[in-house]
């Protein structure tokens, strides 16, 4: 019997225009009424899930989001971190250095100033409205070293962002999981994180184990909790080698594509 469902947003969960259906809400709630805790894994911070979170009554003593692709898991509610695999300003001052140099915009979220930025730039703005935040454009050398970061991003246009990521020197991959999760942004996480060691952190607090989760997704960032999953499933507009990876794939965001998964594997109908 699984135990634990992930479902990621954008592209899974999230119709394209951003709404979720009334079936996938149904289908969440009778998993939830079986003692299935159902969490969303997103790269976003929780300030830009509280309205899902809200919409699908997910904001209980029981309930927990996964953000920034897993770098920080916490309770909804009191917003208790449960763990928490950060990056720090010496990461931010190096990345900035190697994106002056590739000429692609950037910025970051630091935990105690948010969504920060050297200069302020169309996807900053997206990330700002995605997730309803403020920007906060800052001098990047005022930062000092030891500074937490939750992530760092270089965010262009998507004909800039691609050959700027080709030409990265191979020690980029060497110290930060690098993750595209969409054609404009590319996040670098602390070494040790992805969606699948966030789940992986869950499971161990609720002590689940791996055979017992379903995971969710579309995209890059999400090819880790597919692959670390009991079952993994790809969506059908799923990127081809998330859908490689998977152990199933099921339909599209448009078509209801959460919903039918779990009736199939959790509500068996």
């Known amino acids: 019997m699984y135990k634990l469902v992930a479902i990621d947003m954008d ?6 225009d951003k709404t979720i259906s009334e079936r996938t809400k149904s289908a969440i709630q009778s998993a939830r009424e079986m003692d299935v805790t159902v969490v969303l ?5 929780i300030e830009g899930v509280s309205r899902y979170l809200e919409e699908l009554d997910m904001y209980t003593d029981k309930d927990y989001v996964l953000s920034y692709n897993g770098a920080l898991v916490q309770r909804t509610k ?7 695999i950060a990056l720090d300003g010496s990461d931010l001052h190096y990345l900035k250095k190697l994106s002056d140099e590739l000429g692609v915009n950037l910025h970051a979220f630091s935990e105690k100033k948010g969504l920060i930025t050297p200069k302020n730039s169309k996807y900053t703005e997206v990330e700002a409205d995605i997730n309803n935040i403020e920007i906060h454009e800052i001098n990047i050398d005022t930062i000092s070293n030891d500074e937490v970061m939750i992530k760092i991003m270089m965010i262009d246009e998507p004909e800039i962002l691609g050959p700027a990521m080709e030409k990265l020197p191979k020690e980029v ?3 930060y999981t690098v993750v595209r999760s969409t054609p404009y942004f590319l996040e670098f996480l602390n070494k040790e994180v992805n969606k699948g060691v966030g789940v992986e952190m869950l499971a161990n607090h609720l002590g689940i ?3 017992e989760i379903i995971t969710l997704g579309d995209a890059g960032n999400d090819l880790h909790m597919i692959e670390y999953a009991g079952l993994g499933i790809a969506m059908g507009n799923a990127f081809d080698e998330v859908k490689e990876a998977a152990d199933y794939i099921t339909d599209t965001n448009e078509n209801d594509g959460v919903a039918k998964a779990i009736e199939k594997f959790i509500l068996n109908k």
């Open 209 to 211: 184990k791996r055979e």
């Open 11 to 16: 592209g899974t969960l999230l119709k394209g």
């Open 78 to 84: 009191s917003k208790e971190a449960i763990a928490k």
């Open 173 to 175: 991959f060497e110290k």
């Open 41 to 45: 894994a997103t790269g976003r911070p």
